[in-house]
């Protein structure tokens, strides 16, 4: 399979729920898709004015293409896109979560990318998780063995993507 082919077949679950934009130059990189997703929920009491409580949820999804990446050059993308995602972030009152995501998607990846992604860590919370918090996924599908690789928090992502591969 091909990396244009996996992605083809993995957006049609991103478009139910994210708006997505194809082929985005942002940065110093080009990505081949950038999706957004946001919700909102809130409980009132008769009218909407007698708001009882608000919560939002945001995700920023970056997909990436890398033939072999190398070290240096996952830093540089992952670094990029966790500014690019938090510079959409606006943490107020009614903000919960945000998601950053960053899907990789790779004709081979190298043990050292893999290591990298698997103890990625990133989390931050405003106003002491008041106005919400934000995490960073990352997952990485590696097309010459059918594997997908993630940190802690995207393993969410594994099924989705062990899916598309099977």
Known sequence: MTKELFLQKLMPSYE???DIQYDVALGSSQFPAVAQFHSRSEKYVLVRAAKLWATEMNEYAYFAFADVPNTEGFISLKKEV???????IKPHSEHMYSYVTLILISDLL?????QQIKKTNYHKTYLFSLHGWMYLRIAAVDLSNGKVYSNHR???LLPLLQNILS
């Open 154 to 156: 995207g393993k969410e």
């Open 82 to 88: 966790l500014q690019l995602g938090l510079a959409q």
């Open 16 to 18: 139910a729920f994210f």
């Open 110 to 114: 190298p043990d050292e990318i893999i």
